[in-house]
């Protein structure tokens, strides 16, 4: 058990709707990173934040948005959906920023767009 | 654009063998290469990581050879077990701090009895 945790662990929803994932960092972690993993692409960052503040960037698309509370735990929101968006959605944390190459992942929240 | 290419895709290796696995970066801007273990409904979880200072990182049956020249890195799996069947991931990051990683496209890896 890696600590994170993520909710819903599935979801189904159709096309043009939005869904809200929900994660929760190990205690203590401030840093949140989000991923996309599907079966032609792999694993893909898409934001990470730190201590509420986004920290960087990576392959987001613009339909999709995050933020990080101050208890720490973290929302992304994924609007506008398309059959394309469903994928594993994984929430990772570390301790900071510190470049360790450790990250503590989730299991995951399997969304599937119908 | 993909900066950490990964292969084989998938392995199929015979219990006791050696599974071997190969990456290849281009941004030398990272500096910490970790490899990741994921098995089926689980996140990844990190099996061992390197620094490009290093040539070779071994821990357990896991090895990790780097080649900074090349901008080369692999894991070897010595004494293959069925339990080690997973999707393993090479891993990369440093570009742009922050501790983010920037993934391989994972290979499927299969021990067969």
């Known amino acids: 058990d890696s600590g994170v945790t993520q909710t819903p662990k599935h979801l189904i929803t159709a096309t043009g709707q939005r869904v809200t994932l929900r994660c929760s960092p190990r205690?203590?972690?401030?840093?949140v990173y989000w991923y996309q993993q599907s079966l032609d692409q792999g694993l893909q960052f898409l934001i990470q934040?730190?201590?509420?503040?986004?920290?960087a960037k990576g392959n987001i698309l613009e339909r999709f948005s995050a933020q990080q509370f101050p208890d720490l735990h973290s929302e992304l929101n994924l609007s506008s959906l398309e059959l394309g968006d469903s994928a594993l959605y994984f929430c990772?944390?570390?301790?900071?920023?510190?470049?360790?190459?450790?990250?503590?992942f989730g299991e995951g929240s399997r969304l599937t767009v119908l | 654009q993909q900066q950490v290419k990964q292969s084989p895709q998938s392995l199929i290796v015979q219990k006791g063998g050696i599974s071997i696995i190969n990456c290849a970066y281009e941004?030398?801007?990272?500096?910490?290469f970790p490899w990741y273990q994921q098995f089926p409904g689980k996140g990844p979880a990190l099996l061992i990581a390197?620094?490009?200072?290093?040539s070779e990182k071994k821990e357990g049956r896991f090895t990790i050879s780097f080649n900074k020249s090349a901008k080369q890195f692999s894991l070897h799996i010595m004494d293959s077990q069925p339990g080690d069947s997973a999707t393993y991931f090479c891993?990369?990051?440093?570009?742009?701090?922050?501790?983010?990683?920037?993934f391989g496209t994972g290979t499927q890896l299969k021990v067969e009895l």
């Open positions: 990772a944390s570390s301790l900071g920023t510190v470049n360790t190459g450790e990250l503590f």
């Open positions: 205690s203590g972690d401030l840093s």
């Open positions: 934040y730190y201590n509420g503040e986004e920290r």
């Open positions: 941004n030398t801007a990272f500096d910490y």
């Open positions: 390197i620094r490009p200072d290093v």
């Open positions: 891993a990369a990051s440093g570009s742009g701090g922050g501790n983010k990683l920037t």
